[in-house]
């Protein structure tokens, strides 16, 4: 029995197309221990938003299973466990027709979750991101960072034990990005979350995780990992010190491998 | 600035009234054109306003009565026949070739065919406008209902929403701006089908007025019935953009 809260096995999913079947991603095998920090880094086209929706039971694996604490999914994620899950997405994907309290308590009316203490859940995480005083405005009229930061916190509301993260904030410049890193960081420590984390920018997934899953395209496989040894908590300085530049090159040649590997 | 704007948008279309009507006035003056050809606006607006009472009123009720019935009860089935289509992919196959025969089909012609199952009254105007006014708001609802963002449904799917909560909360807000083009193209098909079934066969109603008074070479009666009809069309058009720029405060 493996003390893992998250794990894939074997896992594998084919796309029909006009040009018959197309393996997105094959044989991808990997844990996530609770409370663990994890990304996923590779070229475009490598699959890695595949594998994040998989997770989130917004697509369902051709082959394999996943295991949430224990139990196995071969044919998609319920909506049981959906419950215990917070998906962030690439754009903030907040209902434009919905005020920001509003898009908040989305996940609590379709979990049917009622009560006080789920309304102070919106306001404490509100306040967490410093955006109390925006609650009854529309998403429209908040920056993208903003949007981003509510992004975030929509997801999780409903208090899910594992938050996946597909690339969220790779539309933001590289100031906000690396406000919210930051940001996402001190989440992360004050409230232990299992965290996968999607991106294609290298040093943002050293900076941020413990572990970080090196992808490769044609077909989409997890070719290597890496055990980023850095101290905690981790601060934007440390971008600059060598063993994070050594990390840095390490998967930065691994992918540049890689797409010599395409070119060919 | 915002009131501005708006003093703007109704005294410009004004402008454009008044210098036509006086333009009409002075070409019908100047040329010396019969009033049994084109009356007079001047003409128009005495002779009708010295009628109005005895020879329009009740017949203006009547149309406006057919018009809202089938409006009202024709608009709310084609947002929920829409809302079928989209959400039952097969129904939507099966059915959409049609919608737009309904579209273009002219429900006046069957109006002799109505009168023989339902007789001579209002209720076969009813008919025609409600037949007339679902599929036009059916077609663009459904335009609507199909055009999701797919990620604004990953949120959704994110959460295991049902089929129910995912078409309130995201894709019947999403089509709103359609469904609005649809209600507003509804009012207009609404008009036409109204005074298009008095012309076919009726005793009462604006439609009937201007066959009646054409006849009678009542010129500027006839005039004046046509305008009335152009002003309900308008107005209806103009109610919906006020109700829709209430409901939709998200776009500016």
């Known amino acids: ?264 | 600035m915002k009131a501005r704007r708006s003093t703007k948008n109704v005294l410009a279309p004004l402008i454009v009234l008044v210098v036509l009507l006086i333009g009409l006035e002075l070409i019908i003056k100047a040329f010396n054109i019969s009033r049994q050809v084109l009356p007079a606006p001047s003409a128009i607006l005495s002779v009708c306003a010295k009628e109005f009472k005895v020879n329009i009123w009740s017949h203006l009720i009547v149309t406006l009565k057919v018009i809202i019935t089938g409006f009202i009860v024709g608009v709310p089935i084609g947002i929920f026949c829409a809302a079928l289509l989209s959400q039952f992919k097969i129904l939507e196959k099966a059915f959409s070739p049609y919608v737009i025969m309904l579209v273009t089909t002219p429900f006046i012609i069957l109006v002799p065919i109505f009168m023989l199952w339902l007789g001579f009254g209002l209720n076969v105007r009813i008919l025609a406008v409600i037949l007339q006014t679902i599929p036009i708001v059916m077609l663009n609802s459904l335009s609507g209902f199909n055009n999701v963002e797919k990620v604004k449904l990953d949120l959704m799917n994110s959460l295991g929403a049902t089929k129910v909560q995912t078409f309130i909360k995201v894709i019947f807000p999403n089509a709103l701006p359609q469904v609005f083009t649809g209600i507003k193209l509804g009012g207009i098909f609404s008009t036409i089908a109204a005074v298009s079934a008095e012309f076919a066969g009726a005793q009462t109603g604006l439609g009937n007025r201007i066959m009646y008074f054409s006849s009678f070479i009542e010129t500027e009666l006839a005039f004046g019935c046509i305008l009335i009809i152009a002003l309900i069309g308008i107005t209806l058009f103009n109610l919906t953009s006020m109700v829709e720029r209430k409901i939709i405060i998200w776009k500016k």
């Open chain 1, 1 to 264: 029995m493996s003390n893992f809260k998250i794990e894939l096995e074997n896992i594998e999913k084919t796309y029909l197309t006009k040009n018959g079947p197309l393996i997105a991603v094959t044989d991808v095998n990997f844990g996530v221990e609770e409370n663990d920090f994890v990304t996923l880094v590779g070229p475009s086209g490598c699959g890695k938003s595949t594998i994040i929706r998989m997770l989130g039971g917004i697509i369902t694996p051709t082959k394999g299973k996943i295991i949430y604490s224990g139990k196995e999914y071969t044919n998609g994620i319920p909506r049981e466990e959906q419950r215990n899950l917070g998906f962030i997405f690439q754009s903030h994907n907040l209902l434009p027709w919905f005020t920001i309290r509003k898009n908040l308590e989305l996940p609590l009316n379709i979990f049917n979750l009622t009560g006080e203490k789920w309304q102070k859940s919106i306001e404490s995480l509100l306040q967490m991101v410093n955006l109390s005083e925006h609650a009854e405005s529309y998403p429209t009229e908040l920056s993208g960072g903003m949007q981003q930061r509510v992004g975030v916190i929509r997801a999780m509301v409903h208090n899910p034990e594992i938050l996946l993260m597909d690339e969220p904030f790779g539309e933001l410049d590289a100031i906000n990005r690396e406000q919210l890193d930051i940001e996402l960081l001190s989440i992360w420590e004050k409230t232990k979350k299992t965290i996968i984390f999607i991106t294609h920018n290298v040093s943002e997934a050293i900076l941020l995780s413990s572990r970080v899953l090196v992808m490769s395209t044609n077909p989409g496989r997890i070719i290597e990992e890496v055990k980023i040894d850095l101290p905690r908590p981790r601060s934007l300085e440390m971008m600059n010190e060598e063993r994070f530049l050594d990390y840095e090159e390490q998967i930065t040649n691994l992918i540049g491998e890689l797409n010599l590997e395409m070119v060919e």
